[in-house]
């Protein structure tokens, strides 16, 4: 296949992402049951943020740079993260189009969404059919990528360590306050808190607040994200944390539908977020600086001189094409090892 006949097939997948087809209607709601946390609600959100970069002027500018003209043999081994609906769809999109053969593991609570926009992308284009395997268990690839946890990335150094591999761990992310924001950018950082309920790794999970910051200004800003309370898996955690701060006797504060528990580290537990107060500008960049490793992106209404990605309020859920995880750039791997 040529760059062409890909981006093509890609772009006309964006074409049925955006319409109102009764098939990828059945399949989200198909997601929803195998899984409540993929509400139909958050489903539709990441399938139109992902047609949003499959149209043919932000495909082709993206693999401008990139000498991907011929399909070469080598095969990706791809292990995909189910946190949120199709979070392991980027990496699929860079294999295929630079050429690449794939073979997918999919997480165990995803068995629907993307194996369907893998067939549908067979079905667009033959060519695409050899190319793609979905299966249970890698073998035969040349390089992987795999995204997980802390944990099992010790799993995947392990068995995959041998190969050329991006192995990706737990990532997190973070907003900060000044204190000058207005309701309509509470607002917007509410979309970063809890669109996809605070799974995802641009899921915002601490605050930074200045010293005499009051929390109730935030909590007002949110108000408007109350119902999330109303999602049972997510009322379950919020009330477990809930008994765990109190049994504990530890400092939080509480709106009803979100706990915030000063604390150190930069990943909540879900239902929560952790609160750090910064004395100064220039003490928080220094302690953005040290959580770099940990973090994903910054959400700021100001710009940063940091070295994670700044993103805007209410803009965290909305990578763009060269937004990649962990800041490793997955097309300049795969460039490498072709």
Same mark, same amino acid.
């Given at each position: 296949?040529?760059?062409?006949?890909?981006?093509?097939?890609?772009? #006309? *997948?964006?074409?049925?992402?955006?319409?109102?087809? @009764?098939?990828?209607?059945?399949?989200?709601? &198909? !997601?929803?049951?195998?899984?409540?946390?993929?509400?139909?609600?958050?489903?539709?959100?990441?399938?139109?943020?992902?047609?949003?970069?499959?149209?043919?002027?932000?495909?082709?500018?993206?693999?401008?740079?990139?000498?991907?003209?011929?399909?070469?043999?080598?095969?990706?081994?791809?292990?995909?993260?189910?946190?949120?609906?199709?979070?392991?769809?980027?990496?699929?999109?860079?294999?295929?189009?630079?050429?690449?053969?794939?073979?997918?593991?999919?997480?165990?609570?995803?068995?629907?969404?993307?194996?369907?926009?893998?067939? #549908? *992308?067979?079905?667009?284009?033959?060519?695409?059919? @050899?190319?793609?395997?979905?299966?249970?268990? &890698? !073998?035969?690839?040349?390089?992987?990528?795999?995204?997980?946890?802390?944990?099992?990335?010790?799993?995947?150094?392990?068995?995959?360590?041998?190969?050329?591999?991006?192995?990706?761990?737990?990532?997190?992310?973070?907003a900060i306050l000044s204190g000058t924001e207005n309701a309509e950018e509470l607002r917007r950082l509410?979309?970063?808190?809890?669109?996809?309920?605070?799974?995802?790794?641009?899921?915002?999970s601490k605050l930074f607040i200045p010293v005499d910051y009051d929390p109730s200004i935030f909590f007002?800003?949110?108000?408007?994200?109350?119902?999330?309370?109303?999602?049972?898996?997510?009322?379950?955690?919020?009330?477990?944390?809930?008994?765990?701060? &109190?049994?504990?006797?530890?400092?939080?504060?509480?709106?009803?539908?979100?706990?915030?528990?000063?604390?150190?580290?930069?990943?909540?537990?879900?239902?929560?977020?952790?609160?750090?107060?910064?004395?100064?500008?220039?003490?928080?960049?220094?302690?953005?600086?040290e959580l770099a490793p940990q973090l994903q992106c910054v959400v700021s209404k100001e710009p940063l001189?940091?070295?994670?990605?700044?993103?805007?309020?209410?803009?965290?859920?909305?990578?763009?094409?060269?937004?990649?995880?962990?800041?490793?750039?997955?097309?300049?791997?795969?460039?490498?090892?072709?």
């Amino acid at each position: 296949m040529t760059k062409k006949q890909r981006l093509d097939a890609f772009h #006309k *997948l964006g074409d049925y992402l955006r319409s109102d087809d @009764r098939e990828l209607r059945q399949v989200i709601e &198909l !997601a929803y049951r195998n899984n409540p946390w993929f509400t139909i609600e958050n489903t539709r959100r990441s399938v139109e943020a992902i047609a949003l970069y499959l149209s043919m002027d932000e495909l082709q500018n993206w693999l401008a740079p990139y000498p991907f003209d011929t399909d070469t043999d080598k095969t990706v081994g791809l292990v995909l993260a189910g946190n949120i609906p199709l979070v392991g769809f980027h990496d699929i999109l860079c294999v295929l189009a630079s050429g690449f053969n794939v073979q997918v593991k999919t997480a165990a609570v995803d068995p629907a969404l993307t194996p369907h926009l893998l067939a #549908k *992308l067979q079905e667009i284009e033959p060519g695409f059919t @050899r190319k793609i395997q979905v299966t249970d268990r &890698l !073998a035969n690839f040349d390089l992987v990528i795999a995204t997980g946890s802390d944990n099992s990335s010790r799993y995947f150094n392990h068995y995959f360590g041998h190969k050329p591999h991006i192995i990706r761990k737990n990532r997190n992310s973070v907003a900060i306050l000044s204190g000058t924001e207005n309701a309509e950018e509470l607002r917007r950082l509410g979309t970063d808190i809890f669109d996809y309920f605070g799974l995802g790794c641009r899921s915002v999970s601490k605050l930074f607040i200045p010293v005499d910051y009051d929390p109730s200004i935030f909590f007002e800003g949110i108000a408007a994200f109350g119902d999330v309370i109303n999602h049972h898996k997510y009322a379950n955690n919020y009330d477990y944390n809930k008994s765990i701060y &109190l049994i504990n006797g530890d400092q939080h504060y509480d709106n009803g539908f979100l706990l915030l528990k000063p604390d150190e580290r930069s990943a909540s537990p879900l239902a929560a977020l952790y609160l750090e107060t910064y004395p100064s500008t220039e003490k928080l960049l220094t302690r953005l600086n040290e959580l770099a490793p940990q973090l994903q992106c910054v959400v700021s209404k100001e710009p940063l001189l940091v070295t994670t990605p700044v993103v805007r309020f209410g803009e965290s859920q909305q990578p763009a094409l060269d937004d990649y995880a962990d800041g490793v750039n997955t097309l300049d791997f795969l460039a490498a090892h072709r």
